[in-house]
């Protein structure tokens, strides 16, 4: 144990040592000791094995993005205007709300062990109202349903979110970024079938390429401020863009790459 603290501040120190004159690095991996106890208040369960949170495991907190009222009512018309001039990015945009798990937990994030939810990308300046990795995004249930938050801002903070996995997609495998190009068809339920279809031929081509890019992922501040950017064009502008200046802004902000 005297080995593991002392490890344990060593590491704490280098951080310290290595963050000192920058404010770039905004990206951290939530690093806790398991233990074997409950968290107090109804909170995170961060021993082994199934994890849970208020007596329910987490996997009971999913939340089906599309079947939402914020994404319905605010989100998806965004959607499919942007879809009239670029649908290459609508579909992304699709492709990260119905296909990444989506769960909404009634805790602070910070109490989610690190077993559970892996590295982790918070904007912080949303008050860690989510975060997410490369398969999930975790809301904070709380502050989302707080009487404070209206429902264009949940709808907001759901828009900042599928951005921010867009963004996310340049770590992606080509799995992945295959099942991205076709998403726009799970959007209505008579293309169902013709989706599944486009899926599995995703899944014959690039099956054996479904590995994650390896190494460190950075996000900078520049890129956290140009998810904000994007978020606040397409939500004042309700989704109405140019796709010649739209590819000019990915292609300069280094976002994303067709």
């Not at 963050?19 to 398991?34: F, L, N, S």
């Not at 989510?130 to 502050?143: E, G, M, P, T």
């Given at each position: 144990m005297n080995?593991?603290?002392?490890?344990?501040?060593?590491?704490?120190?280098?951080?310290?040592?290595?963050?000192?004159?920058?404010?770039?690095?905004?990206?951290?991996?939530?690093?806790?000791e398991q233990g074997n106890q409950n968290e107090a208040q109804g909170g995170a369960d961060t021993g082994g094995g199934g994890n849970g949170v208020n007596g329910k495991p987490l996997e009971a907190y999913a939340v089906n993005m599309k079947s939402t009222g914020s994404f319905k009512q605010l989100v998806l018309p965004i959607i499919l205007k942007v879809q009239e001039a670029h649908p290459r990015f609508a579909s992304d945009m699709v492709h990260i709300a119905i296909n990444r798990k989506w769960y909404f937990v009634p805790v602070d994030l910070n109490k989610l062990p690190a077993h559970a939810i892996g590295v982790s990308f918070g904007d912080k300046d949303l008050q860690q109202m989510a975060l997410q990795n490369?398969?999930?995004?975790?809301?904070?249930?709380?502050?989302?349903?707080?009487?404070?938050?209206?429902?264009?801002?949940?709808?907001?903070?759901?828009?900042?979110?599928?951005?921010?996995?867009?963004?996310?997609?340049?770590?992606?495998?080509?799995?992945?970024n295959c099942y991205s190009e076709v998403a726009y068809l799970g959007i209505k339920e008579e293309?169902?079938?013709?989706?599944?279809?486009?899926?599995?031929?995703?899944?014959?081509?690039?099956?054996?390429?479904?590995?994650?890019?390896?190494?460190?992922?950075?996000?900078?501040?520049?890129?956290?401020?140009?998810?904000?950017?994007?978020?606040?064009?397409?939500?004042?502008?309700?989704?109405?863009?140019?796709?010649?200046?739209?590819?000019?802004?990915?292609?300069?902000?280094?976002?994303?790459?067709?």
């Amino acid at each position: 144990m005297n080995t593991l603290k002392t490890l344990f501040i060593f590491l704490i120190l280098s951080s310290l040592i290595a963050c000192q004159g920058t404010e770039k690095e905004t990206i951290r991996e939530v690093i806790r000791e398991q233990g074997n106890q409950n968290e107090a208040q109804g909170g995170a369960d961060t021993g082994g094995g199934g994890n849970g949170v208020n007596g329910k495991p987490l996997e009971a907190y999913a939340v089906n993005m599309k079947s939402t009222g914020s994404f319905k009512q605010l989100v998806l018309p965004i959607i499919l205007k942007v879809q009239e001039a670029h649908p290459r990015f609508a579909s992304d945009m699709v492709h990260i709300a119905i296909n990444r798990k989506w769960y909404f937990v009634p805790v602070d994030l910070n109490k989610l062990p690190a077993h559970a939810i892996g590295v982790s990308f918070g904007d912080k300046d949303l008050q860690q109202m989510a975060l997410q990795n490369l398969s999930a995004v975790w809301v904070d249930s709380k502050l989302f349903n707080a009487k404070e938050m209206s429902e264009e801002n949940r709808a907001q903070l759901v828009l900042h979110e599928i951005l921010m996995g867009i963004r996310l997609m340049a770590y992606k495998n080509s799995l992945d970024n295959c099942y991205s190009e076709v998403a726009y068809l799970g959007i209505k339920e008579e293309d169902a079938g013709k989706h599944r279809q486009q899926r599995d031929k995703c899944a014959q081509t690039y099956g054996l390429s479904n590995r994650d890019r390896s190494g460190g992922i950075k996000l900078s501040k520049e890129d956290y401020d140009a998810i904000r950017d994007l978020g606040s064009e397409l939500w004042s502008n309700q989704g109405q863009v140019s796709k010649v200046q739209l590819d000019a802004w990915l292609n300069a902000n280094d976002f994303r790459k067709y």
